[in-house]
């Protein structure tokens, strides 16, 4: 019973938190906030949770490196694997490499193995916390591909990173010509079995369908498991479970535009998802905080374990890390995109990056709970129960990093990018009006050859739909990029009108006890679909405004 009063705290606290960062706006990101909350339950009340790690990475990975994969821009992927590729691999094993030589002579009492599993710890990003800082804030659309891409891969390379380092810790050796085909085994292996498994799913979820038609919900639930029947399957392979993960989220994305599922059910998939994405990025990070109160706890075994015994030495030990980070992760990306710009091609003229941009990417590149689960995963004891050595200094040195990147993030970020104007994406605005265009087409194309069969004296239904149809074809080609898009809005918002009072209708009539619950809700559920329909212009969000 306690444990499910834990889990009701959490999910009240998610609420609370993104009310109150709602309330704040832009001023604080909502990690911290979360953190902050997540720290306050655990210090001032009695829930509490001990985080094991590889239950960590089952509940919450799986689902939401899934839904990455499945959102991310393909097109963008392909476009910029080189740079993607540099930072989720070679960035990571320069960031092991030159952060555990620095931790070892910063704190000689720290063995250098340990120094590089700590720095493995470290040198992912996190695509959770990425996203959450981005959320209020308004990153330039290629930079953010970049560090969404890039926190995608980059956890497979650390945590292969960080099973070498332990390894070494506890056998004294490290087998390289065995680590590299583990590595390449771990890479390909978690793509492929990713690919396959949701490949098969979709076929055996086809098949079933043509025989005894489409439940929705049963299309949701298992849209549900695929993430984690890929990750178990990996896993079990011994391959990257997350790379299984990202990649069986990406092959659903493309199985889904063939067109198999009801409409009906991508709308409250969709609806399932997001709402499964913000609970699960609220835990997280409510998880995070509720750990650090044991953590600070253990802050003077940190100390001895550093070989010191003033408090100020941690500080010492996570400024200098810190800065590292920043200082390898700025001239790694300032390298990269001098070598090979964000979306660039062979053969066009190098040109040296604005400063500000290569800044955003080096404080954009947040640590999150994963690094935290990470820590956490070192083991306690090597041979003969000798413990780990200064395990709780690395645990407490990736908690301190972690809110601290967090927290420069949130104040350095809004000042990085203030006064630059995002130039629109023309090239993708001008790609929707053409697709656009081209369904409107062929809907009345469709149109037209169904009034031509249907016998005299038949009203023409199908020329007053057309009608409708040549109406938001004449306006999308009248319409620029820039300008003439004064008719969407217009003709939206009457729409809008429309759907609200009828909405006012339902709602009134079942308070007078007119009509019954049940055909309420159904009533309203068609308004809500008549409203998703609606068309709202090329290149605009739909925010439901009237």
């Keep these: 019973m306690t444990d499910i009063r834990y889990i009701l705290v959490l999910l009240a606290g998610v609420v609370l938190t993104n009310w109150v960062a709602r309330v704040l706006g832009d001023r604080v990101a909502l990690p911290l906030i979360q953190v902050a909350v997540g720290a306050a ?12 790690p590889e239950q960590f990475f089952l509940i919450f990975l799986p689902p939401l490196l899934f839904f990455d994969g499945w959102r991310v821009s393909k ?21 092991v490499g030159c952060v555990g030589l620095m931790l070892h002579w910063l704190i000689p009492a720290m063995p250098l193995a340990v120094c590089f599993a700590l720095a493995a710890v ?14 209020h804030i308004p990153i330039p659309r290629g930079v953010l591909r970049l560090l969404q891409g890039e926190a995608l891969f980059n956890d497979a390379a650390a945590l292969i990173c960080l099973r070498l380092a ?23 292996g978690g793509i492929a079995i990713g690919i396959a498994f949701s490949w098969m799913v979709a076929t055996a979820k086809a098949f079933m369908v043509r025989r005894v038609g489409e439940d929705t919900s049963g299309q949701i639930l298992i849209s549900l498991l695929i993430p984690y029947g890929a990750y178990l399957l990996a896993e079990a392979a011994g391959s990257s479970a997350v790379l299984a993960a990202v990649a069986a989220g990406m ?43 044991g953590i600070l706890s253990g802050a003077a075994r940190s100390i001895a374990e550093g070989g010191h015994h003033a408090v100020g030495w941690l500080g010492l030990y996570v400024a200098a890390t810190v800065l590292t980070l920043a200082a390898l992760r700025f001239a790694w990306v300032l390298a990269a995109l ?15 990056p604005h400063w500000r941009s290569v800044a955003v990417m080096a404080f954009g590149g947040v640590r999150g709970a994963v690094t935290l689960a990470a820590a956490l995963s070192l083991p306690l004891v090597v ?23 967090l927290a420069l993030a949130n104040l350095a970020l809004p000042v990085l990018l203030r ?74 918002r009457m729409h809008l009108l429309a759907i609200q009072a009828e909405r006012r209708s339902i709602v009134s009539r079942v308070r007078q006890r007119l009509i019954p619950i049940d055909l309420a809700h159904r009533l309203l559920r068609e308004t809500d679909a008549e409203e998703v329909a609606l068309p709202i212009g090329p290149g605009r969000a739909d925010r439901g405004d009237v």
């Design 75 to 95: 097109t963008d992927l392909a476009a910029n694997a080189p740079l993607i590729l540099s930072m989720a691999l070679g960035l990571v094993v320069a960031t």
């Design 383 to 405: 041979k003969d129960g000798v413990p780990f050595p200064a395990r709780d200094l690395a645990v407490f040195i990736a908690a301190a990093v972690i809110l601290v990147s």
């Design 251 to 293: 092959m659903m994305s493309r199985i889904e535009v063939s067109g198999r599922a009801l409409p009906l059910t991508r709308l409250r998939r969709v609806a399932v998802w997001e709402t499964l994405q913000f609970t699960l990025n609220g835990i997280m990070f409510l998880l995070l905080g509720e750990q650090m109160p």
């Design 122 to 135: 470290l040198s992912p990003t996190d695509v959770v916390a990425a996203g959450a800082v981005a959320r």
């Design 41 to 52: 339950i655990g210090s001032l009340t009695s829930f509490g949770a001990t985080l094991k």
């Design 419 to 492: 006064g630059i104007e995002l130039p629109p994406d023309v090239a993708d605005a001008e790609q929707e009006r053409a697709a656009r265009a081209a369904t409107l087409k062929a809907a009345l194309d469709a149109l037209a050859n169904t009034a031509q069969t249907q016998t005299a004296g038949t009203p023409p239904v199908a020329m007053i739909v057309a009608d409708h149809y040549r109406h938001r074809l004449e306006q999308l080609e009248a319409e620029g990029i820039d300008g003439g898009t004064a008719a969407w809005p217009e003709e939206r």
């Design 166 to 188: 332990i390894a070494a810790v506890v056998t004294g050796t490290v087998p390289v010509l065995s680590s590299l085909a583990a590595f390449a085994w771990a890479a390909g």
């Design 338 to 352: 001098s070598w090979w710009p964000a979306g660039g091609r062979r053969g066009e003229p190098r040109t040296t």
